[in-house]
């Protein structure tokens, strides 16, 4: 399942507006960002890494 791309930052916002005001929000945010860039990074390498991994296999064993 595909989670929305702002939901990071929505949560660290929340959190970070609960704990520290305004300026926590913004903390938050900018956390909350990372975690999502991280997320859609290892999303995008996880899935690449196993059809390469699969091509390489597949090319190993036929020769």
């Known amino acids: ?19 520290a005001g305004p300026f926590g929000a913004v903390a938050g945010v900018l956390i909350g960002h990372l975690v999502d860039s991280v997320h859609r990074v ?3 390498v996880g899935g690449t890494l ?8 597949e090319t190993t064993f036929t020769l």
């Open 1 to 19: 399942m595909q989670r929305p791309p702002w939901l990071g930052k929505l949560i660290g916002g929340g959190l970070g507006l609960l704990a």
């Open 42 to 44: 290892k999303r995008f």
């Open 50 to 57: 196993k059809a390469v991994q699969g091509t390489f296999f």
